[in-house]
């Protein structure tokens, strides 16, 4: 399943919780409008991102989970995206075929002529089962739930204590 973060989708009455099950990774990138009065250095790092989520969108094996647009500020633009695993986030990153090398080879390119016009990020978050846990009220399907999937907030627990140790490995396992 892969969700489509801009739908608009009615909430969801009550309390409920993402269907996520397992290990995740959460991959935020973005990038940072540094001279507005350059949109050559910047538009094409800006317009990069819809084609990659296209891609990734269009490959049901490609990990991608489901991603969420953000902004930070008139000059900030992120994506949190929610993978499968590092492995096929990593093997995405560097596949010569995937829009992401190419993307990646010409950020590099003007990141050394660009008078760093545009600035650029990423951080990548391996989270085991049982190291997260998500509450929505009132909520159309949001982030994690939009990524996996909804459920009701009891048939995970009814705390964040309660959801958190439902996925705990035990200890030596």
């Given at each position: 399943?892969?969700?489509?973060?801009?739908?608009?989708?009615?909430?969801?009455?009550?309390?409920?919780?993402?269907?996520?099950?397992?290990?995740?990774?959460?991959?935020?990138?973005?990038?940072?409008?540094?001279?507005?009065w350059a949109p050559h250095h910047w538009l094409p790092v800006l317009a990069s991102m819809p084609r990659m989520l296209r891609e990734l969108r269009a490959d049901e094996q490609s990990g991608l989970l489901g991603y969420q647009l953000l902004t930070g500020s008139p000059r900030a633009y992120y994506v949190v995206q929610y993978w499968r695993s590092k492995e096929q986030l990593l093997k995405y990153a560097v596949?010569?075929?995937?829009?992401?090398?190419?993307?990646?080879?010409?950020?590099?390119?003007?990141?050394?002529?660009?008078?760093?016009?545009?600035?650029?990020?990423?951080?990548?978050?391996?989270?085991?089962?049982?190291?997260?846990?998500?509450?929505?009220a009132d909520m159309p399907p949001y982030g994690l739930a939009a990524a996996t999937g909804?459920?009701?907030?009891?048939?995970?627990?009814?705390?964040?204590q309660e959801r958190l140790d439902r996925g705990r490995r035990p200890p030596n396992s």
């Open positions: 399943m892969f969700a489509n973060p801009t739908r608009s989708a009615e909430p969801y009455g009550g309390r409920t919780t993402a269907a996520a099950e397992g290990d995740l990774v959460v991959f935020l990138i973005g990038m940072r409008i540094n001279h507005f596949d010569p075929a995937r829009l992401h090398r190419k993307a990646w080879a010409m950020i590099n390119r003007m990141e050394h002529r660009s008078g760093r016009h545009v600035g650029i990020w990423h951080e990548t978050y391996l989270v085991p089962a049982g190291n997260y846990e998500s509450v929505y909804v459920l009701p907030i009891g048939r995970r627990g009814a705390t964040a």
